[in-house]
């Protein structure tokens, strides 16, 4: 019924009138900020009103969505807990045996573990069930209108112009996510530009409707980050009672072999391999939670999301629909006796003092707690790792 009066009051409208909900500030925007932009870049007019055409207000939407990315405003443990799922399993190892032609293939070529592809397959778009159906020019317009990823936004907007350029895509059924991610695994513009391929080799690079292209593009992204056909991304480890926990974060690389000298041993008890692989040792969720001892692999999967979270979702989906089992170790509470200003605080003092946290946003990380023991090992405190009152008083008084 909405949609019959929708379509009865446009058709109502005088010919030639903005719709009732367009916004002149945004659409003086499109007009004036991003045209001369887009102008510079080498696009014609035409292409520009193509692109923009019924884009008239920015998506709110959007706006809140780029606000609460749950990857980097949850705990660790909470978006496990929503990402890898039985269903999430059972249907990436459904998807393991139906493509396990294309997978070997893919995966002899480019030397990334089939695991990995599925898990990030899975994480992004439900193996291909959830693209994303916003407009990219719309999610765009609207992050470079307003929002803390203007800069982003004026990026990818180029590099999607060229998408369109190519015909690869047409402007009315240009979709992705709220940041402009397409596709089965979600590539931004410039990934697309940078990494896409064409594995059917039909003369286009269709990662919105082909599987095959999208996952060799994906393969191509992390070949290119770094990844490694020798070492997977990580394990769940176990520290000895007296490890030395100044050593954990990601500037205390060593080899596996050498961590295993030190007594880290694999959580599950079974042999590490890829002896000579550089790693560190990762406290997702302080030293209190699960550990893990993740290789360079693991910051390829980071180069395509920043988020430790995200990394070791794909990971451990990877993981699980290979076969293995779950996280050992129990996650701990994350209910510390600070306010959220207390926590943006203590990541601002933090950084002030050479500790990087990772930013300042309240929400405690991998990154925040390696700053934590960092800082503790630095100050003379017992490296505990865990934030405080009683922690945030001491570096005040510090002068950070």
Same mark, same amino acid.
Request: proline share 4%; net charge positive; no cysteine.
């Given at each position: /019924?909405?949609?019959?009066?929708?379509?009865?009051?446009?058709?109502?409208?005088?010919?030639?009138?903005?719709?009732?909900?367009?916004?002149?500030?945004?659409?003086?925007?499109?007009?004036?900020?991003?045209?001369?932009?887009?102008? #510079?870049?080498?696009?014609?007019?035409?292409?520009?009103?193509?692109?923009?055409?019924?884009?008239?207000?920015?998506?709110? +939407?959007? %706006?809140?969505?780029? !606000?609460?990315?749950?990857?980097?405003?949850?705990?660790?443990?909470?978006?496990?807990?929503?990402?890898?799922?039985?269903?999430?399993?059972?249907?990436?190892?459904?998807?393991?045996?139906?493509?396990?032609?294309?997978?070997? +293939?893919?995966?002899?070529?480019?030397?990334?573990?089939?695991?990995?592809?599925?898990?990030?397959?899975?994480?992004?778009?439900?193996?291909?069930?959830?693209?994303?159906?916003?407009?990219?020019?719309?999610?765009?317009?609207? %992050?470079?209108?307003?929002?803390?990823?203007?800069?982003?936004?004026?990026?990818?907007?180029?590099?999607?112009? @060229?998408? %369109?350029?190519?015909?690869?895509?047409? #402007?009315?059924?240009?979709?992705?996510?709220?940041?402009?991610?397409? !596709?089965?695994?979600?590539?931004?513009?410039?990934?697309?530009?940078?990494?896409?391929?064409?594995?059917?080799?039909?003369?286009?690079?269709?990662?919105?409707?082909?599987?095959?292209?999208?996952?060799?593009?994906?393969?191509?992204?992390?070949?290119?980050?770094?990844?490694?056909?020798?070492?997977?991304?990580?394990?769940?480890?176990?520290?000895? =009672?007296?490890?030395?926990?100044?050593?954990?974060?990601?500037?205390?690389?060593?080899?596996? #072999?050498?961590?295993?000298?030190?007594?880290?041993?694999?959580?599950?008890?079974?042999?590490?391999?890829?002896?000579?692989?550089?790693?560190?040792? /990762?406290?997702?969720? !302080?030293?209190?939670?699960?550990?893990?001892?993740?290789?360079?692999?693991?910051?390829?999967? /980071?180069?395509?999301?920043?988020?430790?979270?995200? +990394?070791?979702?794909?990971?451990?989906?990877?993981?699980?629909?290979?076969?293995?089992?779950?996280?050992?170790?129990?996650?701990?509470?994350?209910?510390?006796?600070?306010?959220? =200003?207390?926590?943006?605080?203590?990541?601002? @003092?933090?950084?002030?003092?050479?500790?990087?946290?990772?930013?300042?946003?309240?929400?405690?990380?991998?990154?925040?707690?390696?700053?934590?023991?960092?800082?503790?090992?630095?100050?003379?405190?017992? %490296?505990?790792?865990?934030?405080?009152?009683?922690?945030?008083?001491?570096?005040?008084?510090?002068?950070?």
């Amino acid at each position: /019924m909405f949609k019959r009066l929708l379509a009865t009051f446009i058709l109502l409208a005088p010919l030639g009138a903005a719709p009732a909900w367009a916004d002149a500030k945004f659409e003086a925007f499109i007009e004036k900020s991003l045209w001369p932009k887009v102008k #510079a870049a080498g696009f014609s007019r035409q292409l520009f009103d193509q692109a923009f055409a019924g884009i008239t207000d920015p998506d709110p +939407a959007v %706006l809140k969505l780029a !606000g609460n990315q749950p990857e980097f405003t949850s705990t660790t443990s909470d978006y496990l807990a929503k990402a890898v799922t039985p269903i999430r399993i059972e249907t990436g190892q459904a998807k393991k045996a139906d493509e396990a032609k294309l997978l070997a +293939a893919i995966e002899k070529k480019y030397g990334v573990d089939r695991h990995i592809l599925l898990g990030i397959w899975g994480m992004e778009s439900n193996f291909g069930k959830d693209k994303g159906s916003m407009s990219v020019m719309r999610s765009l317009a609207t %992050l470079a209108y307003s929002g803390r990823k203007k800069n982003y936004a004026n990026e990818q907007l180029i590099a999607a112009f @060229r998408i %369109l350029k190519r015909g690869v895509v047409k #402007a009315d059924n240009f979709t992705g996510s709220w940041a402009a991610a397409m !596709g089965h695994t979600q590539f931004i513009p410039t990934s697309y530009i940078s990494y896409a391929v064409d594995w059917t080799g039909d003369g286009v690079k269709d990662i919105w409707n082909s599987k095959e292209d999208a996952l060799a593009s994906t393969a191509n992204y992390l070949a290119k980050a770094g990844w490694k056909a020798d070492r997977p991304w990580g394990w769940e480890v176990t520290l000895p =009672e007296d490890f030395n926990k100044s050593l954990i974060g990601r500037s205390k690389w060593r080899t596996v #072999a050498e961590w295993q000298k030190l007594g880290v041993v694999r959580a599950d008890g079974a042999k590490f391999g890829s002896p000579q692989a550089d790693a560190f040792v /990762m406290v997702p969720q !302080g030293v209190a939670g699960p550990r893990f001892l993740v290789t360079r692999n693991f910051l390829a999967i /980071m180069d395509y999301n920043l988020s430790h979270s995200y +990394a070791l979702a794909v990971g451990h989906l990877g993981d699980r629909i290979r076969g293995k089992g779950p996280i050992i170790a129990s996650w701990p509470s994350v209910d510390f006796d600070l306010s959220f =200003e207390q926590r943006v605080d203590l990541q601002r @003092r933090l950084i002030a003092k050479g500790f990087e946290t990772g930013g300042t946003d309240g929400r405690f990380g991998a990154r925040t707690y390696e700053a934590i023991i960092a800082y503790q090992k630095s100050a003379g405190l017992p %490296l505990n790792g865990v934030p405080s009152v009683k922690l945030l008083q001491h570096i005040s008084k510090a002068g950070g």
